[in-house]
């Protein structure tokens, strides 16, 4: 189910390959209903697609204040709404972030203890790929929340990746002489004292180069590594292209180096790794990436497809409540 | 001038190199005087080299404190000495960041209202690159000390690349929704009300697809921010050449764009920015890369000595005057 009508022809792309590729999937599209149909195009399969007639969206760069207050019958909040009463057993969308944030938090609400959802995805390595969360929902996280953020991402990537005992680092940075906040000093005591398999710090380039299954940050700094990362990408790949095609002889070697280049760049297609998920919510959200194409929204799609079934929001609220209990008695809760 | 006596052949050779390209260059190396005097294997020229012998050194992963403690004839320790007694005009590292930092504030003292010295360093784009600090010095850095970083960064950039009003722009994180933790939101009022060119918020990806000169930001965001892309690169280097090596195939199209690959490569050659400068003491101190060849560790002798010419620490003492003038009469120093 999927909240946002701008970029529908990408949307239904989306959806006609999460459809085509599990046979247990039906969704719920929620937005204008004329558009929708005619961006489906094909006739619609009833028993597995259903449209929900809004007409207000939540615009890129509207307020959450605002999206909260005035678009009560946005795409984007019909969503939640229908995450909320059950009719969904997951929400995804490519819409304002921000937005999205207080607007599940508002409608599905937070689970016991938790203040904000906190936004994880998965990052590409040479082999495989590693979790990292927050990527932005919260700023100024206290050690009790990136603890919480610890519990939250394991269970996730336990959940969803079906791995036992998943790795988790604490990032922090390598200088000696200023290593540790006091808040990552806290937190790294907190980690060391759960039941996690929390293996320590880590730096900036343990999220490419490391080995460490899930990564927890705070918002501030998990979203400035991202952001960055997906500056240098685009930079890399811009340069690159220009480099093939400075004459006739660099598009010759392009040319030559086609398939190279194409398994180069498969092997890292960010599409794959599309679709964030809100962690600590009544409910599963997925956020898609706004400017991408179907493949990619289907990708979304998939994760809130796996979240869903495997019943991610339960592990994590009872993941949230042991860690509780296992804390209680030592007072650090 | 340079301590550390660990890779002295990478040492000697970027000093040869640097000697070479600046007629006004001389070098004092501070080290085992016989391992360095091997290491130059050439005949020395005793005008313009000049060793300064110690058998101490600060180890690589020695804590701050012990250095400072225990270390009082290592090769940084006297190195710092002679730019504080004047002997030489600027320092050369390539050893332990924390204990660099944490030693040169010792001998050289911090300028006046700088608690610690800031970490800047220049990045690449597209075309040419930009400045940022603090890469790693410092933590928890409230809006005061942020805009003390933007007022050195700003001096440096003017100095020593002769841009007159260099852009500047506080990183900061997209989502709305958190957008602006309290300190960053007083930095951007100081920054506002001063008289640097401030252009507002910037985001991870302006790094590296942006167009400001100078970007602000705390030493964890800005050592994750760095480390991060590091990290990208080196796997992304190390993942085309895999693909390239597969086969014989891809071997000869690797050999046929072997020119591009080049020319991609000088373009992004991580040598040309090494050397980061420590801005806010009584001298300048620059880090080089502790892995690193003889022409990266030239150009951190190079940014040394432009810095030591143009009299950067007389311009930023002189700029941290002026802001403060400035800024004292509304209440906000």
């Known amino acids: 189910m999927m909240g946002g009508d701008r970029g529908l022809d990408v949307t239904a792309a989306g959806v ?84 999205l944030v207080a607007t599940a938090r508002f409608v599905l609400k937070t689970l016991s203890d938790i203040d904000r959802p906190a936004i994880i995805s998965t990052l590409p390595r040479t082999r495989g790929h590693l979790h990292m969360l927050d990527l932005g929902a919260n700023i100024d996280s206290p050690a009790e929340i990136l603890m919480q953020f610890a519990v939250m991402g394991e269970s996730m990537v336990r959940t969803i990746e079906g791995i036992e005992r998943p790795s988790v680092g604490l990032l922090n940075v390598g200088s000696e002489e200023i290593k540790g906040s006091e808040v990552i000093k806290s937190a790294n005591e907190l980690l060391k004292s759960s039941t996690l398999n929390y293996i ?24 400035v590594a991202l952001k960055t990362s997906e500056g240098l990408a685009q930079m890399l790949t811009k340069v690159i292209r220009e480099e093939f095609e400075r004459n006739l002889l660099t598009q010759l070697s392009a040319l030559i180096a086609a398939p190279v280049l194409k398994s180069f760049k498969n092997r890292f297609d960010h599409r794959a790794y599309n679709g964030a998920v809100l962690l600590g919510l009544n409910g599963t959200v997925v956020k898609s990436h706004g400017n991408v194409d179907g493949v990619a929204f289907s990708h979304a799609i998939d994760t809130a497809r796996l979240a869903a079934k495997k019943d991610l929001v339960g592990h994590i609220r009872h993941d ?13 809760s």
Chains 1, 2 share one sequence.
Not at 66 to 86: E, I
Not at 210 to 222: E, H, K, P, R
Not at 323 to 330: D, E, F, G
């Open 16 to 99: 006609a390959l999460a459809l085509d590729r599990h046979p247990d999937l039906s969704c719920i599209l929620v937005g204008d209903e004329e558009r929708i149909l005619d961006a489906l195009d094909s006739p619609v399969d009833s028993q597995r697609i259903q449209v929900v007639h809004t007409t207000e969206s939540v615009d890129m760069h509207e307020s959450p204040a605002s999206a909260l207050r005035f678009k009560k019958d946005s795409s984007m909040r019909v969503a939640l709404n229908l995450l909320g009463s059950g009719d969904a057993h997951a929400c995804v969308s490519a819409g304002n972030t921000g937005a």
């Open 200 to 223: 320590g710090y880590v730096e900036g380039d343990d999220i490419f180069n490391g080995t460490v299954q899930l990564i927890v940050t705070d918002g501030f700094a998990g979203n």
């Open 320 to 332: 949230l409540e042991a860690s509780r209990t296992t804390l209680a008695p030592a007072g650090l």
